[in-house]
């Protein structure tokens, strides 16, 4: 049985860091994404990496603050969040399956994990 499962959200100030972490099991993949859905909207894309190369690709609003990375020994992807701002407030999932930006391509995802930043 395929389980994603994310940690590592949670409430910090504007301009602070957060490291999200999704662990999968049940199969590898070819690559891997985040997306995140805010109250009230939908569930947008935020990164994918490529799991051969660790090639990673990020919506524009990233602008350089986030870092998708892969652990291959742990089956393990990161998402490593700096200079939050409260508009990043949202549940964070990751995904598998699929090698898009479009939510309903990817076939697997995670619980979610909630990611508060506060003024």
């Known amino acids: 049985q395929v389980q994603l499962v994310e940690s590592g959200g949670g409430l910090v100030q504007a301009g602070g860091s957060l490291k999200l972490s999704c662990a999968a099991s049940?199969?590898?993949?070819?690559?891997m994404g985040w997306f995140r859905q805010a109250p009230g909207k939908e569930r947008e894309f935020v990164a994918a990496i490529i799991w051969s190369d660790g090639k990673g690709w990020y919506a524009d609003f990233v602008k350089g603050r986030f870092t998708m990375s892969r652990e291959c020994a742990k089956n393990t992807v990161y998402l490593q969040m700096n200079s939050l701002q409260p508009e990043d407030t949202a549940v964070y999932y990751c995904?598998?399956?699929?090698?898009?930006?479009?939510?309903?391509?990817?076939?697997?995802w995670g619980q979610g994990t909630q990611v508060t930043v506060s003024s």
């Open positions: 049940g199969r590898t993949f070819g690559s």
């Open positions: 995904a598998a399956g699929a090698i898009s930006r479009t939510a309903s391509d990817y076939d697997y």
